[in-house]
Structure formats: C-alpha cells, structure tokens
C-alpha cells in the first residue's frame, strides 16, 4: 500500500464511497472519528453549566472562620453604679442567691443574672484565682442586692446595686493616665465619675435636683462629658438585658443615680410580701362528711366545712403581728448565723381581697369598642362575670427586715386559724417570749405562693414608707426635654408594648398558665357533674346543686356525730401547697406540739460541734475566719499523718527480697 494511503483521513476529505477503501484506511477512520467525537463532549460538558445531582457528590462548602470574641478593654469605658428593680417567677429556680461549689437541678436567680450582665459586657469581674472562668463573680462590681428569696418564691419587685459600663466618653484627662487608673480600678472607666464626680446623687434625693443645682461648668469636666446625658444617651439597660435574661425573668426599672453610699440590702428599710391563696383552699367534700367538728364552748358544734377559711378570724391574727415583736417562735433558727436579737418590726399585716391578675386589659386604652358598655348592659351580664368563684386573697405583710422563713411561718399560723384548728389568740401567746421561749414543732406554709411585692429606699427626713429612688420604667421616657420622642419611641416604646416588649413577651407566660387552668377548671366541672344513669334513683333524683343546697342547710342537731368528718380517715391541714396535708386522726394543737431547743442552746450546739467551748468565741473572731483557720489546721495534720504512715522505698524492697 502506498504512503497516501497510509496517512490518516484528513476532515475534509470529500465524499467518497467507503466500499472502495481498504480494511486498514477504515479503520484509521473510525479511530479518527471516536478521537474528534471525545474531544467535542469534553468541550461541551465544560461550556454548560453544572447541575447537581443526587447521585454526584455535593462540593465541599467552604468552612466559615470560626468567631473570634473580640478583646474588651475595659480601660476604655467608663461605669456607673446603678440600681435595677427585676421581676421574676420563681418556680424554676432555686432560690435568688447564688452559692460557689453548690450545685443545683435548678439555676438561682442571680446565676441568670451574672450570665446576662456578663453577655452584654455590662460588667467587668476582676479576675479571681479562686473562680473558675464561666462561675458567678461579682469583684469589682459593687454588687448588692435586698431579699434573698428562697427556691420557688417569686419576686415583683426585687432590687439589685452593679456598676455597668456606660456610654459617656472618657474625659481627656483620663485617657492620658488610663494606664495609672487601670491599676487602681480594675473595673475600668472612670469608676462612673462625670470628669471627677461620681454620677449619684446625695443621699436619696432626685437626681434630676442634684443635676439643677450643678454648676454650669467645672474645670475637671471634659467637653465630652459636659454633651453626653445621663439618660438619653446612655445604653438602654433594660432592654439589652432583657433580650438574653429568660421570658420569667424581666428588668422593669432602673435608677440612673443611686446614692453613693447605696447598698440594695443596707439602705432598704422597708420590705413588702405578699402571699396568695384561694377560697376555698382546697377542693371541698360535699354533704355531711365534708363538715369539720369544731367545739365553740356553751354553743356546742358549729359546722363549718373543710376546705373554706374563715377570712374574718385570719384577719384578727394578722392584726397581731403589727409592731416591734420577737419572732423566734415564727422562723427557723440557723446555728451558723449566731443570731441572738430576733425582734423585728411589722408596719402592715392584712388579709386582702385580690383580682387574678392581667386586669390592665380592662382600662380605657384596652377597651374592644371606642364606647364603654353601659351600666345597664354591665348590670345584665351573667353572674358568672359578675363574681367568680373561688376568690383570690393575699396576706399583705410590710415589715423592717426578716427572719429566715419567718413569712412562711407567719402564714401558717394564720392557715391553722382560718379552718377552725386555732384561734386567733395563737399569734399573741406565740408571741409571748417568756411564756413560750422554745418554738413549737409545727410546719411552715408552701414557697411557691409567696412573692416579694417590693422594696422601699425612703428619704431620711421624709415619709419612711415612701420609695424616694427615682426610677425609670420601661416604656417612660426621659423627664428632659432633650430628645422626649426618640428616646420614647426608639428605646423605651419598643422595651414595653409590641413585638418583643415586656408585656407581649410576659402575656405569653401568663396566657400559658391561663389556658391551662381554664382547661383544667373545666375538667372539674365535667367530672363533679358525670353521674351514671345506673346508679340514678328516680324518687331521690336530684341534680348537683339542690344537693348542694341540702347539703348546705344541715344543722349539728339533724346530723349524727358518726357522719359530720368522715370524708377521710385523716385530718386535712391545709399549707398553702396545691392540696391539703394529712396529719393524722387528730388535729394536734400547736401550743402542744414538742418544743425545739431554746436559741442559745441551739447556738451553743452549734459552737461545740466546731470546736469551741463557746459560742461568744465565733462571734469574735468571724465565722468565716474560724472557718478558713479550722480548715488549715485539718489539711496541717492531715499531712502530718501521711507523714507518719509514708514507708521507706529501701523498706518495701527489702520485703519483697525476703
């Protein structure tokens, strides 16, 4: 075969017949053509575009930089003390105060707290070798804080002092010597100084009188200091916190200028709790079994029935407790405390009828139409609306200071004499130290209904039931007339009302509690009024409320003494929890119950078990400082000891040649 006919096809050869061609000459052909066709898919296939399918692989997403927290100096800020009135439900938490190396199922309230402040860079602790990074620390914050609520108690008007970090800019003055001050304020700032001056005002005044009466300018201020106001322009604490604390837990005020010596527990002199209950307080039996056999003298029996509390006879042991009185009897003793004065001041103590609460609903500016409902159309409402059952009521209690438990003792005491088991005299006897120097072995009323209402900073000088700090609300806006409608709108508005406020987000809480007791109350009608029509006698045939009426009009003379009490085998004590708590056949009277140790026998006891012969001994060194030197002296002999049992390495070797 010649060479032309050796050499590949060309593209363009013109058309001939294939018949004509040699085995050899067809075959370089078709190898010609598969290469021309690889090479054309490979073009095409990386022109289009690419589709994913789900058999191919999915590309690698290319890996976001992990965030880095940005450094915080806080040598380039400035703080200030401020005090914050927070509100919380406490049935999630454990208690208010947070104790180091004390781990609970449930968090404390002052945990969430640290954690929000500490998010936002409000605060910042000084570094303590002794506290892991992440644990509550309060150096260099100034923190205080007025009641130390126990796991399960609620509080409405909770104070707290701190000092955060503010907007004002730093004074020139303290910018050039930042490193000087850092040393000696670990805070950072300016240690809420407005050039040099501390931004409070003299003790529980105004701030906005303390701001008049400045002068218009100062040497020490900067040009800075002097533009930046102490409200409008500063952070909006309220709302910042209340973004990351939890819906149960909200900040409703603060106080942009407490008084330089403030303290939230040393300067409140009055603290207000409430406590609430239902009547009746617990579910009651219908017919004679549900009648208690109360004994009133000459009379003979009156008839009362369990679950329902005489409110008139609780509100003559309220009374009592008003003034200066030794609570002993009414609180529990702590030993390590070394508490010898129990004498503390009640102002207000009373029973108070209470609505539900969510009744701002039904003010003028949450009405359904422009136009009010008439009095006549109010009139003829059902009687249902008109008056629910059962009724809400607090104990209302306004005092100096508290024992520990002291309220929840109080209460108890006041249930025992609401259902008939004491009288009203209790609260007086219990109260006579002298005739009764050792407290009673009796139970203390439930956590969960007790809220403290609110604390109250007077002004010396003036009315010392009247809260003299002055507090900013959420949704108030600035008593200034510098920029009223954008702080209103842009901080404030936004904090209370519409989509993310206070209100919507705490309506959310409430309506969630709400359902489930309308569901629940439901229940109870659905159940009490089921009747099987097997059971049904067609000559005693009557419904759930002519019962109820019979029942109602029972008299001790038409009633055998073997029917009245006999809905239960135990007697039904009720403590404020979700039920009544059986004690037993027989009621047993407070004033006979076991005594516990007197108070300095139990101070005494105390002292003995850690090593001192006497209890004035704590008190003079500090029960912490015994604390830190006892627990020295065990490590020191501790050591001692592995001393002495430590064997010689030569000592072991030989005994096992041997």
Known sequence: MDATSLSLPSRDLPDQSYSKWSPERLIDRVVFLEKELREQTIRYRSSEPKVQTSLSPSPRRRKKNPRIDREFDPANYSTRLIALKIAYLGGRYNGFEHHANNETPCPPIEEELWKALNKSRLIFPTPNPHILPGDVNWEGCDFSKCGRTDKGVSAFGQVVGVRVRSNRPLSRQRTENSAVSDESNPMGGSNGMLGHLELASPPLSPIYDFFADMPASKPSWSDESLAFHPIDDEIPYMQVLNRILPPDIRVLAWCAAPPTDFSARFSCKERRYRYFFTQPAFNPTPGPAGFLKNKTGSAGLTLQREGWLDIEAMRDGAKRFVGLHDFRNFCKVDGSKQLDNFERTIFHAAIEEADEGASYVSSEDFKHYKDSISKNKASNLPSSEQALSPRVYTFTLHGSAFLWHQVRHMVAILFHIGQGFESPELVSELLDIKKHPQKPMYEMADSAPLVLWDCIFPRKGSDPHKDALEWLYIGDSSRSEKNVVRVSADRNGNGKYGLGGVVDEMWKVWRQSKMDGILAGNLLDVIAKQESSLAANPKEEKNSKERLDEAASYSPSSLSMSVI???????????????????????????????????????????????FEQSEKIKEQGWRRVQLSRSEEEEEEEEEKEEEEEVPVSVVVAAAAI
């Open 565 to 611: 009490g006999s809905s239960s085998n135990s007697q039904k004590v009720f403590l404020g929890g979700k039920g009544p708590r059986l004690v037993g056949r027989r009621y047993g009277r407070v004033l006979q119950k076991p005594r516990m140790d007197s108070v300095e026998t139990l101070n005494a006891n105390y002292a003995r078990r850690k090593g």
